[in-house]
């Protein structure tokens, strides 16, 4: 293992045994930051390896925040077999619709559009089926611990990018790389742009899925206004671009710096934190398209140059 590797190794034990000395609000903090990084990082698993933006994923998020509920309130299940359900739920119904749009040579750009669609349909379906609590929406137990929700988003959160760190390294991540650059070409040599293109799909909105069951449990509520807000999608996007789409540490850092910045405008600023806020995340993206990864490697590029010239000048 790398230098690398193994600071990575320690900070996810540093993490994990953090809870002993916080206090509730850290906690919760941290909790909102690990959700960011897990839909962030998720997001990227499909969108930063295929080049399909997708503008309505938080569907994902809805399907599995009421699969959980479902499973936990109305069948009665326990919440391991509740989360093995939201899984299956989440990952059958990002098959079929896998099926219905990447199987039919759809546009990048229509597939966004798209995508915002269906999650406004399932929307509206969703809050005229009493089953589900028509718009009023479906009342969870509490969770036992506010631990639960911490480890288990951590968790989800480390998967993620252990997930992408794997699979860009497997001989997935060649065919994903030829995808990325030309996917006409990369079909006519012989990948399975399809079957790929379909597998990180299933495998990005699962892990939406299992984060919205989560949240559901934590909130202790859901309905279709919270579970299916189109902010979910948009802020997976703005957090893997704020960061560096593509890249391994690039959603990482995107959902740690937005989630933490979030929190300190709107404490210190609550009535313009919003504005300040977006105003930020436009000044970054207009002048560092590449997102955060991009701009540090620029900023250690300045610095070789500005070492190697004073070793030049001694």
Not at 10 to 21: K, Q
Not at 53 to 58: A, E, I, M, P, T
Not at 119 to 136: D, H, M, R
Request: glycine residues 10%; charged residues 10%.
């Amino acid at each position: 293992m790398s230098r690398k590797h193994w600071a990575s190794l320690a900070l996810v034990v540093v993490l994990a045994i953090l809870p002993i000395g916080i206090s509730s609000y850290h906690m919760s903090l941290l909790v909102s930051v690990y959700l960011a990084v897990a839909l962030a990082g998720s997001w990227n698993l499909f969108a930063g390896t295929t080049g399909y933006v997708s503008l309505g994923h938080g569907l994902f998020f809805g399907i599995g925040a009421y699969s959980f509920a479902v499973s936990l309130v109305t069948l009665g299940y326990g919440p391991v077999a509740s989360f093995a359900l939201t899984a299956l739920c989440t990952a059958v119904c990002a098959t079929v619709l896998g099926f219905v749009l990447l199987t039919t040579r759809i546009r990048v750009a229509y597939f966004a559009i798209v995508m915002l669609g269906f999650n406004e349909i399932i929307k509206t379906v969703v809050a005229n089926t009493k089953s589900l609590g028509s718009s009023y929406g479906l009342t969870l137990p509490p969770v036992p611990s506010n631990l639960i929700a911490y480890y288990f988003l951590l968790g989800l959160a480390v998967l993620v990018v252990l997930l992408f760190f794997l699979i860009q390294r497997s001989k997935w991540g060649y065919g994903l790389k030829a995808i990325l650059s030309d996917e006409v070409a990369a079909e006519v040599t012989g990948v399975n742009t399809v079957a790929l293109k379909m597998a990180m799909f299933v495998i990005s909105g699962t892990l939406v899925g299992l984060a919205g069951g989560m949240i559901a449990w934590h909130w202790s509520y859901i309905d279709p206004y919270m579970a299916f807000d189109l902010a979910v999608s948009f802020e997976m996007v703005v957090m893997a671009v704020f960061g560096g789409i593509g890249s391994l540490w690039g959603p990482v850092m995107g959902a740690v710096a937005m989630s933490l910045l979030k929190e300190f405008l709107n404490t210190a600023v609550p009535q313009l934190h919003s504005i300040i806020f977006g105003g930020l995340v436009i000044i970054l993206i207009l002048w560092c398209p590449g997102g955060i990864v991009e701009l540090v490697v620029n900023l250690r590029r300045r610095l070789k140059k500005a070492d190697a010239t004073d070793r030049t000048t001694r």
